[in-house]
């Protein structure tokens, strides 16, 4: 069987990727040697991974952002406070009401997760507990059809998910997650070499390591991947 590395880099070739493929993992607070500390919001430190290929550790020392602190339970953040920012800070919804829906929707940080520092870094390896891929939509749709060449189960999407929700959604509904970025860390995070931090034609998928395995093991039986199928364009009007 081929090594991980190389049916990594398969994968990135087959389906184009040019991103890194990000891995985070969960380790005891304060790790000596577990990744580069920076004055970071969560979704920052994923973007820092992504683009500068290095190790990074979110921590209730080093976030920054209020949101990633309720939603990661870095800090004591209340479900009250959350809803007067969505709604009345930043009027991501009309009222409280469609807020606590919202909140209730969403996945929950693991109980057994709380007090462990999160590391994201470029190298998938066996300690590996998500792998995060940065992709456009037609590579999403590949990797959801490898992910689903030996079993179909459905994917869900919740509207307005905060960015950082990726480092753990997975772990808690045992499903790919998709998220297409908070509108915040898309726009309002700032500019490097006048773009944008999160290129606009790209979107997070984030899946348990045991189901990114199995997108590599699919990969040369699928027409999501390397497999060729017999098939011919049909025979259509000129466009």
Same mark, same amino acid.
């Given at each position: 069987?081929?090594?991980?590395?190389?049916q990594?880099?398969?994968l990135?070739?087959?389906?184009?990727?040019d991103?890194?493929?990000?891995?985070?993992t969960f380790?005891d607070a $304060?790790?000596?040697?577990s #990744?580069?500390?920076?004055?970071d919001t969560?979704?920052? +430190?994923?973007a820092?991974?992504?683009?500068?290929?290095?190790?990074?550790?979110?921590?209730?020392k080093?976030?920054?952002?209020p949101?990633a $602190?309720y939603?990661?339970?870095?800090?004591?953040?209340?479900t009250?406070?959350a809803i007067?920012a969505y709604v009345? #800070?930043?009027k991501?919804f009309?009222? &409280?009401?469609?807020?606590?829906?919202?909140l209730r929707?969403l996945?929950?940080?693991?109980?057994? =997760?709380?007090?462990?520092?999160?590391?994201?870094?470029?190298?998938?390896n066996?300690?590996?507990? *998500? +792998?995060? *891929? =940065?992709i456009n939509p +037609?590579?999403?749709?590949?990797?959801i059809?490898l992910?689903?060449? @030996?079993r179909?189960n &459905?994917?869900?999407?919740?509207?307005?998910?905060p960015t950082c929700?990726?480092l753990?959604?997975p772990?808690?509904s045992g499903a790919p997650h998709?998220?297409?970025? @908070?509108?915040? $860390?898309r726009y309002?995070? #700032?500019?490097i070499?006048k773009?944008?931090?999160?290129?606009e034609?790209?979107m997070?998928?984030?899946?348990?390591f045991s189901d990114?395995k &199995?997108i =590599?093991?699919?990969?040369?039986k699928s027409?999501?991947?390397?497999?060729i199928?017999? =098939?011919?364009?049909? &025979?259509a009007?000129?466009?």
């Amino acid at each position: 069987m081929k090594n991980l590395n190389t049916q990594i880099k398969q994968l990135k070739k087959i389906l184009n990727i040019d991103e890194e493929i990000l891995s985070v993992t969960f380790v005891d607070a $304060d790790f000596l040697g577990s #990744g580069n500390i920076h004055r970071d919001t969560a979704c920052t +430190a994923i973007a820092r991974a992504f683009k500068n290929k290095e190790a990074v550790v979110v921590s209730a020392k080093n976030q920054l952002c209020p949101g990633a $602190d309720y939603f990661l339970k870095l800090k004591k953040i209340k479900t009250k406070e959350a809803i007067d920012a969505y709604v009345e #800070g930043e009027k991501v919804f009309e009222n &409280k009401n469609v807020c606590q829906t919202f909140l209730r929707a969403l996945p929950k940080y693991p109980i057994k =997760l709380m007090k462990k520092d999160i590391v994201i870094n470029s190298s998938i390896n066996v300690k590996t507990q *998500l +792998a995060i *891929l =940065l992709i456009n939509p +037609a590579q999403a749709n590949r990797i959801i059809g490898l992910l689903n060449f @030996d079993r179909y189960n &459905k994917v869900d999407f919740l509207p307005n998910q905060p960015t950082c929700i990726s480092l753990f959604a997975p772990l808690v509904s045992g499903a790919p997650h998709i998220n297409f970025m @908070d509108y915040y $860390d898309r726009y309002y995070q #700032g500019k490097i070499n006048k773009k944008y931090l999160w290129p606009e034609d790209k979107m997070i998928i984030s899946l348990r390591f045991s189901d990114f395995k &199995k997108i =590599l093991k699919n990969l040369e039986k699928s027409p999501h991947g390397n497999y060729i199928p017999r =098939l011919y364009p049909q &025979k259509a009007d000129a466009l």
